[in-house]
């Protein structure tokens, strides 16, 4: 991968684009890079017209693809520049009409971040400003955001800190997320209570707790009703690759890479556009 300039060029630059340009512009672009991008193909079942969305490929280290030389670019460690979102809503379909006769408007925009810190950490932590500020692009506001975070903080600052339109919208839980199955406190519980076929739920899991990480992944996997409420999300997988040792310690922990790939492409092709987090 390291010697396709060209690919690596056409990702990093049909993906920075499809970001920018959310509202109408966002699988357009794409199209025209065959070979680059990853791809969703929906059928009508009523008429058996197909359409097809795109996606960031499953290539490198599933993180931007500059950073697979980290001496070099050590600033594209935790770039999201590689990633696609997935929606474009219906106030921006006027550029893609045929998009908007795939489906009806998401009743609602909710957002699950486990392990969000604070909305004004410093950019390459910013989870919670991205998500609202990388939707809003894409014609999305978010209806209600649900942000766990173990560290404690003091609530006044973080109040604070969240944008005014946001703030009758969004819950923020000094609290750190469980697995426990029976619990309340399990994210994907409040998730199961909350959420609706009819909503756009996006879910980002990166608490820097591996056993913890694995039981809420594995819940996932085994509870198809879970996987149906679940329209996009977000997991940084912290396994055993060389290039990341001097930042996860993973050298002896037996998941590699290639359990990355096959973790992604499942839950993709379950529907879930499914993308690896920096």
Known sequence: MQSDVKLVKAWSGGAAKSQANGCGHLDASLAREQGVFSRFIFEDQCTGETFTTYIEPLAGLTRHPEALCLDKNADKLGDRGYIVLGQTSETCAHALPSRAAFRAPFARMLVFDLGASTYTTPVGADSQRWFVESYARHGFAVSEYYAWEAGKHDPVAIWAEVPGDLK???????????????????PWNFLRAIATPDDFVAVKLDIDNTPVETAFMEQ???????????????????????????????????????????????????????????
């Open 168 to 186: 009758p919208h969004y819950h923020w839980l000094n609290i750190p997320a469980t697995p426990d199955a029976e619990s309340m406190d399990n």
């Open 220 to 278: 996932l996997f085994k509870d198809p009703k879970l996987q149906a409420l679940v329209d996009e999300m977000f997991f940084e997988h912290h396994v055993n690759v060389e290039n990341m040792w001097r930042y996860w310690k993973t050298q002896k922990e037996k998941v590699y890479l290639k359990d990355t790939y096959s973790m992604i492409l499942q839950l993709r092709q379950k529907g879930i556009r499914f993308h690896s987090w920096p």
